[in-house]
């Protein structure tokens, strides 16, 4: 079972950038994709972004082109980076394992092994 653990979260003003880290405990971080979901208080969990063992990435359209996910698989670490960020980006940010072959999907229930989550305030 793997163990995630989430930091970076904070407050932060609209326009400003903030990166999240997520990290993975295990031996074998490199052979599974992970994700980025969020959560606002009333709403869905909501897909962010995902990334490959290795490089390939997608993101969801509301983040596209301000959000970049990466990864250390050194370090067992993934990060996301949130450029430009509005108040609508405000949300419990958390990170989990793609647990079944589904690369391209955005369903919460194809990730598992999910981190307790790092708040993200952005104020207007």
């Known amino acids: 079972q793997v163990q995630l653990v989430e930091t970076g979260g904070g407050l932060v003003q609209a326009g400003d950038s903030l990166t999240l880290s997520c990290a993975a405990s295990g031996r074998t971080f490199s052979s599974y994709a992970m994700g980025w979901f969020r959560q606002a208080p009333g709403k869905e969990r909501e897909f962010v972004a995902a990334i490959s063992g290795s490089v390939n990435t997608y993101y969801a359209n509301s983040v596209k082109g301000r959000f970049t996910i990466s990864r250390d698989n050194a370090k067992n670490t993934v990060y996301l980076r949130m450029n430009s960020l509005k108040p609508g980006d405000a949300a419990v940010y958390y990170c989990?394992?793609?647990?079944?072959?589904?690369?391209?999907?955005?369903?919460?229930?194809?990730?598992?092994?999910w981190g307790q989550g790092t708040q993200v305030t952005v104020s207007s």
């Open positions: 989990a394992k793609m647990e079944s072959l589904t690369w391209g999907s955005t369903n919460p229930s194809h990730f598992g092994s």
